[in-house]
């Protein structure tokens, strides 16, 4: 293992450990609730949320437990979201992180309140984390709801995501589905680590940007992956973008067009970083991560 | 009017100007997703969780500015579960507050999106609140989010209330889901009010004792309306209850008895404010107000 798999499999067992402690256990009651909150969460996810804000902590200093409940709880958002967009009213999806999408295993009512729950519990670990400020506390939370609500927030970008479905848009109209339904999340979790690690705010507005383009490099090379990689590699169905007439980078631009789009969002997103009065490698390392990642 | 009517009619009137303020304006976008929002909850609900804060409020002389967006937030999260427990997956219901519910006005993923959002913005509005301090506030994040949340929250209520369906269940099982589904929303306004207003710890949890009852008494009364009341005069279909299975206080014990009932605890409500050091008519008389409801 280099430096980066050995840091991204500790980010990933380091959340996992700390969303087992936060989330109720499959033997408290309601059961079937917490049962399908950990079949979604608990179904080896990337963590790539949760591993930028462990990635951005480290860069300013931030000793690793003022970051672990920030960490769970953006993945608990983005939990939430994966199950909800999965519905049979929105995407409809079987098949999610290698198995069964929660309303598939469980059932429809059961996955939305799911999906409900792991929104309220990611704000309970944020407002009871004894380790930080109240201060501290209360931004995390103002810019964790900001960015998974509206307008400009991840709930904006689905929606404007469903009602693009089936028709024309322009590219303008995609990178701000993306930016809202994808971005504003990781964007989110890039200023966290900053803003725990006592980042002054330019500091923080760089890593925010450098998140964002972070985030929209995820997302084309999400498009990229969906038909170049087959289901069983990605664990959810591939070429479901095409069979769903969903607008996608590569259906504006072309597969080498998106390739190349792919590298100059890399780019910018890496300007960011000479804003930063710290080592960034391990941030450059993430972005090349994602610009070249198989699955 | 009397001074009771005349406070509710001040507190809705107030509730929904700062709701107003604090949810996006319909033509901006995505608009469809703000429009979804503002249909249900601007649907001439009795606000009756405001109230309660701004009543507890009032006890404890709080300056009306420091509740205003607790009461928006409440009312959010409340508006939120009517729009999730009303989808077809879950109780499946038409009418809502006397109009369409969302996912007939719209449709079911902008239901659930609108529902998803309006749990954001209820804690952007607290977060962002500029008149309370950073401890109050995360105080406020947690009580809030603790009570919709699980276990012993609002949406594991709702998953309880789905699996009793149609079942065979005892007193004890109904009293959980409702003061899951209800009660533990309905402490955390009366709380919310306490704690806004300085009360000591003894006295916030008299207010939640009394709040929790009064979330019972609240129940209640629906259950007894539920039976004696029109659609027409309830805003939502009525016989709802009896035709989907559910058990109700009355389907245990019969309309008198139930009645019988509701005094019962009408008396264990008002009995916890003997311990508040200030004059509480003002809940006193909403306690009575639930009692008499007819709507």
């Known amino acids: 293992m280099n430096n980066l798999d050995q840091f991204i499999a500790d980010s990933v067992r380091t959340v996992d450990e700390t969303l087992d402690k936060l989330i109720p256990s499959a033997d408290t009651e309601p059961q079937r609730l917490h049962e399908a909150i950990r079949w979604s969460l608990f179904a080896g996810g990337k963590r790539f949320r949760p591993v930028l804000v462990f990635a951005v902590g480290e860069v300013f200093a931030a000793p690793q437990e003022k970051l672990l409940r920030m960490a769970a709880a953006v993945e608990m958002v983005h939990t939430y979201s994966l199950i909800h967009d ?37 704000f309970v670990a944020i407002a009871e984390d004894e380790t930080l400020s109240a201060e501290l506390r209360i931004r995390l939370v103002a810019e964790l709801a900001r960015a998974a609500g509206t307008p400009g927030g991840m709930v904006a970008g689905q929606q404007f995501d469903l009602e693009a479905e089936g028709k024309s848009i322009s590219v303008d109209e995609l990178n701000r589905i993306h930016n809202f339904k994808t971005g504003a999340l990781i964007a989110a979790c890039g200023k966290a680590g900053a803003i725990i690690g ?17 985030g929209l490099l995820f997302q084309i090379t999400d498009d990229i992956l969906d038909i170049t990689q087959t ?31 792919a590298r100059e969002v890399h780019a910018r997103a890496i300007r960011n970083l000479d804003q930063i009065e710290r080592p960034t490698n391990l941030l450059m390392e993430i972005a090349d991560y994602i610009l070249l990642r198989t699955s």
Request: charged share 30%; proline share 2%; net charge negative.
């Open 198 to 214: 006592n980042a002054g705010e330019a500091e923080v507005q760089a890593i925010a940007n450098f998140s964002t383009e972070l």
């Open 86 to 122: 999965d519905l049979p009213s929105m995407d409809n999806d079987d098949l999610r992180r290698g198995r069964e999408t929660c309303h598939k295993k469980f059932d429809e009512a059961t996955a939305i309140l799911a999906g409900d729950v792991l929104e309220t519990l990611a």
């Open 231 to 261: 289901t069983e590699s990605l664990g959810k169905t591939a070429g479901k973008d095409i069979s769903a007439l969903k607008a996608t980078y590569p259906a504006f631009y072309g597969l080498a067009e998106t390739g190349k789009l």
